[in-house]
């Protein structure tokens, strides 16, 4: 009986030593580290509205474009706005839902605009201070 509780007892310790041993991947850290945190959205709507307003004018889109990427930032401020509460709890959870989300939503952006536009697009990013009051910033974070 001594002999079983005691190989319990080692089988726990172990088990417990073994799990603190676990490690993140590499570059798991430094995606956090470098999170920029998302603007809020409100009325998604709106929001989408002033979206496509701006890329109208900094892009010169024409009337189907502008309506195709209406409706292309409307599904994905729709779809973003569900993930967004994990950007303040957990950012490593929001980035891994996010980047496939904005990758098809670029895609489709890329189809609607056509390589000259999608690539002045890219350019529009907002960096640095400009960040958290630049519309565009729902789009890329």
């Known amino acids: 009986m001594k002999k079983i509780v005691l190989f319990f007892a080692l089988m726990t ?3 417990t030593v073994s799990h603190a041993q676990i490690k993140l991947p590499a570059g798991a850290g430094v995606v956090v580290k470098n999170f920029i945190a998302p603007p809020a959205i409100g009325d998604v709507g709106k929001t989408a509205s002033g979206i496509a307003d701006l890329l109208g004018s900094k892009l010169s889109l024409g009337a189907t474009e502008k ?3 209406l409706d292309a ?3 994905f401020l729709g779809q973003k706005k569900d ?3 994990l950007a303040k709890s957990n950012p490593a959870d929001y980035l891994k839902k996010f980047n496939p989300l904005q990758q098809g939503f ?3 952006m890329k189809t609607i605009l056509g390589a000259a536009k999608y690539a002045k697009l890219l350019g529009l990013k907002p960096s640095g201070g ?3 009051g630049n519309l565009l910033s729902n789009l890329f974070f």
């Open 13 to 15: 310790g172990a088990a």
């Open 106 to 108: 670029m895609g489709k």
């Open 130 to 132: 400009n960040v958290a």
């Open 73 to 75: 930032v409307t599904s």
């Open 67 to 69: 309506k195709s990427t």
């Open 83 to 85: 993930i967004l509460g």
